[in-house]
């Protein structure tokens, strides 16, 4: 395995950018004859964080996806949540998806191009969750899939790739995913930070890095295109390819290619963070989004904000948010109680009646879990992954069992937030507004939903500086 080490921020600058209107002449003109609709399957709600007005469902029933394909649009979102889920249970959904999706192909006549969005600092169900689709939409349609594009760039999240090693931005350095508390996932954990090295890591020596495809950001930068093409064609039998990008230009030229390669009979399947899913469906970007469009109504009621990642930058983050002075009232919700029976419903219950009160008040509440991580097994990754479950869902049924409709509402991390809008609202279908802050996605509710029309913050557990949840908040608790 590749030594790696931490690295100044500007790694990417000593090799200059390409002309940013030749980048966009060439993708036009690679977008023309392009049909397919995009569809992005989602495994916790943060992947939205780099679009907008997209639809999002929170189920694959076939007629669900049959609607998803043939309304208007170039993309739509179905969260899956499978990072929360076993490995059977994830096999199971995937199956199922590939299986719907290519009936209501069928059913439609809209060809698709299937993504599936992962985290930016490589932690899920990996290659589990493609293997399943490539091999079920293989049985299933007249389709071979020659390639896998590994691409985990989010630039708003400072997710760089760079000579192969995926960084996390820290301040003024780069540090290579590995070496961060990400690769320590009581559930996910893993070692490699070289992306042809992390292949071979997760693929258990299936894939050896020696045999990944690179498209490096040189000829990215270079533009290089013939080369790339030729790179992309050759590639046989579901070979992976690492795509190294650390600004959208990288992204825009990449996507170029793949056009090309589509255009002349190629099939990929993605494992691939926002920040390729933007440019792939031709979304702009937008400004973020103003204090009105976020919370059009004034209704005198406080605001609910409910703290589920433990991961440090949010527990930073959360501190930061309750020094700031604001109308704030913490609930402080006691994990260590599903260590006794019945007693996640008993703290559940009590965090409710303190909530509501709060926000009847005109507060704010923050109900947060304590920040000790709890692990059912040092050595079991799925039953510390069931106990996490366990938590969410306890936590996430405050919002199911509210009686009063806060002001807003923001969930913070990525388990959390699927479980808030899918088990305790009831969303089935959400608009995507746009961003309240870079990479912090907002929906607003379906009128299927327990609070129609509610501006809904998704705030993964890893973005943001110590201050942006702090912002976010005070921001939306603006009169």
């Known amino acids: 395995m590749r030594n790696v080490s931490i690295m100044p921020a500007a790694l990417a600058d000593q090799i200059p950018l390409p002309d940013p209107e030749r980048v966009a002449r060439e993708l036009a003109d690679a977008r023309r004859g392009f049909g397919r609709k995009i569809v992005v399957l989602d495994d916790d ?23 998803g394909l043939a309304e208007p649009g170039a993309m739509f ?21 590939a299986e719907r999706l290519a009936a209501a192909s069928r059913e439609t006549g809209v060809p698709f191009l299937l993504v599936s969005r992962g985290d930016s600092t490589l932690r899920g169900h990996y290659p589990l969750e493609t293997e399943v689709l490539r091999q079920t939409l ?5 389709v071979r899939y020659d390639g896998e594009i590994i691409m985990p760039y989010f630039k708003e999240g400072g997710r760089l790739t760079i000579g192969n090693v995926h960084y996390v931005k820290s301040g003024d350095q780069l540090v290579p995913a590995g070496m961060t508390e990400f690769a320590r996932d009581t559930t996910f954990a893993y070692s490699a930070s070289d992306l042809t090295d992390w292949c071979e890591e997760r693929t258990g020596g299936r894939c ?16 290089a295109y013939g080369s790339m093409l030729q790179k992309m064609t050759a590639v ?36 691939c963070a926002a920040g390729l899913v933007r440019v792939l ?14 919370r059009p109504e004034k209704s005198g009621l406080g605001g609910l904000v409910i703290v589920g990642s433990h991961v440090k930058k949010t527990t930073d983050q959360l501190e930061c948010l309750l020094s700031a002075g604001l109308a704030l009232h913490p609930v402080c919700f006691d994990v260590e109680t599903v260590l006794t029976e019945g007693g996640l419903e008993r703290e559940r219950d009590r965090v409710l009646r303190e909530a509501e009160e709060a926000i009847r008040n005109g507060e704010t509440a923050v109900v947060y879990t304590s920040r000790k991580v709890l692990r059912a097994r040092e050595d079991s990754a799925q039953e510390n992954l069931d106990l996490s479950v366990r938590i969410s869902q306890a936590l996430t049924s405050v919002a199911a069992k509210l009686t009063v409709r806060p002001g807003f509402l923001v969930a913070k991390g990525g388990i959390t937030s699927s479980d808030v809008g899918v088990r305790a ?30 501006a809904y913050v998704i705030f993964p557990g890893n973005v943001g500086g110590v201050n942006t949840l702090r912002d976010v908040v005070q921001r939306m608790m603006e009169p």
């Open 281 to 294: 469906g031709g979304v702009n970007r937008r400004p973020l989004l103003t204090r009105a469009e976020l």
């Open 45 to 67: 709600p943060t992947g939205v964080q780099t679009v907008h007005e997209v639809p999002v469902y929170t189920d694959w029933r076939q007629e669900t996806l049959a609607r």
């Open 77 to 97: 979102f179905v969260l899956t949540n499978s990072r929360g889920f076993t490995v059977e249970e994830t096999e199971k959904a995937h199956r199922e998806i």
């Open 425 to 454: 609202l009831g969303v089935r279908r959400a608009w995507v507004l746009g961003q309240a802050a870079p990479g912090v996605p907002v929906w607003r509710t379906g009128e299927e939903s327990k609070f129609p029309g509610l």
């Open 208 to 223: 050896p890095a020696d045999g990944v495809t690179v498209i490096s950001l040189e000829e990215l930068r270079g533009l």
């Open 138 to 142: 293989e049985q299933r349609l007249p």
């Open 236 to 271: 046989r039998d579901f070979g992976k390819i690492v795509v190294n990008a650390a600004d959208d230009r990288d992204v825009e030229v990449f996507v170029t290619v793949l056009l090309r390669a589509i255009a002349a009979g190629k099939e990929f399947l993605f494992r």
